[in-house]
């Protein structure tokens, strides 16, 4: 499975962006994808995910009610909307999928939320 993520960007406070991730390689109607981030110098934090059918989400309490995970297996893609940015979102985020035997990774996306 390979991963492209695109979207990110520069923000000011309180602005919104929205993340996407291209699957190729295989058909991702089954397999669970998410959103991590990293920030320079810091462990790799789990923002979001969502199962194969969509019916099982999971934000990080620090996102909860500013981002949205969402998906469209037509099109072999997961978006992460992210709104009410927050300067402390600042990071490369990146997206996974995970059909069940291995965790895949995109080549990450650089967020910048500028005060």
């Known amino acids: 499975v390979q991963l492209q993520a695109s979207g990110g960007g520069l923000v000011q406070v309180g602005g919104s962006l929205r993340l996407s991730c291209i699957a190729s390689g295989r058909t991702i109607d089954s397999t669970d994808m998410g959103w991590f981030r990293r920030n320079p110098g810091k462990q790799r934090d789990f923002i979001a995910a969502i199962s194969g059918r969509g019916g099982t989400i999971r934000y990080a309490d620090f996102v909860k009610g500013r981002f949205t995970i969402s998906r469209d297996n037509a099109k072999n893609s997961v978006y992460l909307q992210m709104n009410s940015l927050k300067p402390e979102d600042t990071a490369v985020y990146y997206c996974?999928?995970?059909?069940?035997?291995?965790?895949?990774w995109g080549q990450g996306t650089q967020v910048t939320v500028s005060s």
């Open positions: 996974y999928a995970n059909p069940g035997w291995a965790t895949y």
